[in-house]
């Protein structure tokens, strides 16, 4: 079992800049995919951004592209998202994935980001 705990989610003003985190724990294998998706009201999860442990690639979704950054923290198995310069479009719950070795995906249980005037 892994677990996933997210944070960092809240109310900004559009422009305006959150970070959130995602701890992992429990069986997690020494390589991983961990991402960030997003569903808004209504709407279908979509993709946000993921970070390929062995690599150390990313990759980012075209509408968050240049605005919001993926990047490990030092601590063992945690990622942030770094959200700058938000759109009230970003408004939606936030999820962080792990894809283990194994192509097992894991969830958390998500993390609101409002983004109003």
């Known amino acids: 079992q892994v677990q996933l705990v997210e944070s960092g989610g809240g109310l900004v003003q559009p422009g305006g800049s959150l970070r959130l985190s995602c701890a992992a724990s429990?069986?997690?294998?020494?390589?991983?995919?961990m991402a960030w998706y997003r569903q808004r009201p209504g709407s279908e999860r979509e993709f946000v951004a993921s970070?390929?442990?062995?690599?150390?690639?990313?990759n980012y979704a075209d509408s968050v592209n240049g605005r919001f950054t993926i990047s490990q923290a030092d601590a063992k198995n945690t990622v942030y998202l770094q959200m700058n310069r938000l759109k009230p479009e970003d408004t939606a719950n936030y999820y962080c994935?792990?894809?283990?070795?194994?192509?097992?995906?894991?969830w958390g249980t998500g993390t609101p980001v409002t983004v109003f005037s």
């Open positions: 994935n792990l894809q283990d070795s194994y192509d097992i995906d894991w």
């Open positions: 970070f390929i442990s062995r690599t150390g690639s990313t």
């Open positions: 429990g069986s997690v294998t020494s390589t991983y995919v």
